[in-house]
T-cell receptor, first 114, second 113 residues
Framework: DVKVTQSSRYLVKRTGEKVFLECVQDMDHENMFWYRQDPGLGLRLIYFSYDVKMKEKGDIPEGYSVSREKKERFSLILESASTNQTSMYLC?????????????FGPGTRLLVL | GEDVEQSLFLSVREGDSSVINCTYTDSSSTYLYWYKQEPGAGLQLLTYIFSNMDMKQDQRLTVLLNKKDKHLSLRIADTQTGDSAIYFCAETSYAGNNRKLIWGLGTSLAVNP
């Protein structure tokens, strides 16, 4: 069974703080993803990574950065948190290979920025 | 560009069948997915269908794919209160060497006892 874990279920931070969201997968997947989920907007892709130290911008990368130093771990960084980054953050992973499309999700981190 | 559309709400009575519909735009999609999200949780893969199939059945779930109309549906037989959740449809998208999923906004299914 694929397992994707996220470091926190709930986080409360203050405006301007640096925030780290961690995601770990145990299936040796090449690809990892960070989404945010907001009511009425569905899932929006922030960044993804297809290999260690590789990253690609998704649809809404502004205000975020990522780090992938090890294959199993993908971190999302909010350099200076703002209230409009209050959201549910979902991490996902996917195996490599052309026909490996299925993404497996973590439980999500609900972030509140005050 | 690519787009996936689904109705936002569906309400059914316990024991009835639920049908959640989805339309997509990318005819080159190889896989189409249904994910389920229970309150406060992440997304759970429910089922998927490969684009060369018309139908896939898995216990109470039936997926129908009409490639001509780019229409995907998920039927849940004998719907239970535990099926109350948000259901997301997603299609695969290929842009150069990148593959990603294009998501619908989700259909919130309410099951009434």
């Amino acid at each position: 069974d694929v397992k994707v874990t996220q470091s926190s279920r709930y986080l409360v931070k203050r405006t301007g703080e640096k925030v780290f969201l961690e995601c770990v997968q145990d299936m040796d997947h090449e690809n990892m993803f960070w989404y945010r989920q907001d009511p009425g907007l569905g899932l929006r892709l922030i960044y993804f990574s297809y290999d260690v130290k590789m990253k690609e911008k998704g649809d809404i990368p502004e205000g975020y950065s990522v780090s992938r130093e090890k294959k199993e771990r993908f971190s999302l960084i909010l350099e200076s948190a703002s209230t409009n980054q209050t959201s549910m953050y979902l991490c996902a992973s996917r195996a490599g290979g052309w026909y490996q499309e299925t993404q497996y999700f973590g439980p999500g981190t609900r972030l509140l920025v005050l | 560009g690519e787009d996936v559309e689904q109705s936002l709400f569906l309400s059914v009575r316990e024991g009835d069948s639920s049908v959640i519909n989805c339309t997509y735009t990318d005819s080159s999609s190889t896989y189409l997915y249904w994910y389920k999200q229970e309150p406060g949780a992440g997304l759970q893969l429910l089922t998927y269908i490969f684009s060369n199939m018309d139908m896939k059945q898995d216990q109470r779930l039936t997926v129908l794919l009409n490639k001509k109309d780019k229409h995907l549906s998920l039927r849940i037989a004998d719907t239970q209160t535990g099926d109350s959740a948000i259901y997301f449809c997603a299609e695969t998208s290929y842009a150069g060497n990148n593959r990603k999923l294009i998501w619908g906004l989700g259909t919130s299914l309410a099951v009434n006892p």
